[in-house]
């Protein structure tokens, strides 16, 4: 884990990443494109960033690689949206503009009445306890839990003791509802 303040407010200027991706699959019925912007000065790494959200969205058990959809990144041009790393002040003014406050939990959110998709870059950093040392693993399922807002999807709870968690499943909070405690899972489609 990267050691990281929790109540850093960053310069808000935020940053597109340079360069671009293909999608997944090229043939997919729908063609997302969406730019990475990164908090100028957070001092995490930007390509880093970019390339863990492309290869999670177009992993087979992400969003993309359905056949329905596939994900592309541009740095300039026309996009669907927008996947911002930023520190948690910025995060947390950026997520006010669609009415959310993320502060109390310093989680990310989609700020649906922008174009941003906002990765709270203390989560980024530090993980969750849901997720313990895997950290790779939680920020796959950050990845797919908030743009899988942004593709319509709303926050479900534990199917069943011992289950996989569903990628809505609020798992940066908790793993357990109602007594019920299922396993953590960063993935849509995890049995692809």
Request: with cysteine; proline share 7%.
């Amino acid at each position: 884990m990267i050691e990281f303040d929790p109540e850093l407010t960053g310069s808000g200027e935020l940053v597109p990443v340079g360069g671009s991706a293909p999608a997944g699959d090229p043939t997919a019925a729908t063609q997302v494109r969406y730019r990475v912007d990164v908090e100028e000065g957070l001092g995490l790494d930007p390509e880093f960033f970019a390339d863990v959200v492309h290869r999670t969205l177009n992993d087979p058990r992400g969003w993309g690689n359905d056949g329905e959809r596939s994900f592309a990144r541009v740095s300039a041009g026309e996009y669907d949206f927008v996947i911002t790393l930023a520190s948690p002040g910025t995060a947390a003014e950026w997520c006010a503009l669609s009415g959310l406050d993320i502060t109390e939990d310093n989680v990310s959110c989609n700020s649906s009445n922008t174009e941003r998709v906002i990765i709270n870059a203390w989560r980024w950093a530090q993980g969750s306890e849901t997720y313990g040392e895997d950290i790779a693993a939680y920020r796959r399922m950050l990845v797919n839990h908030e743009v899988g807002h942004r593709l319509g999807y709303g926050h479900v709870l534990c199917p069943g003791e011992g289950e996989l968690a569903p990628v809505m499943m609020q798992q940066t909070k908790f793993l357990e509802t109602d007594g019920v405690t299922c396993r953590p899972n960063p993935w849509p489609h995890p049995e692809r």
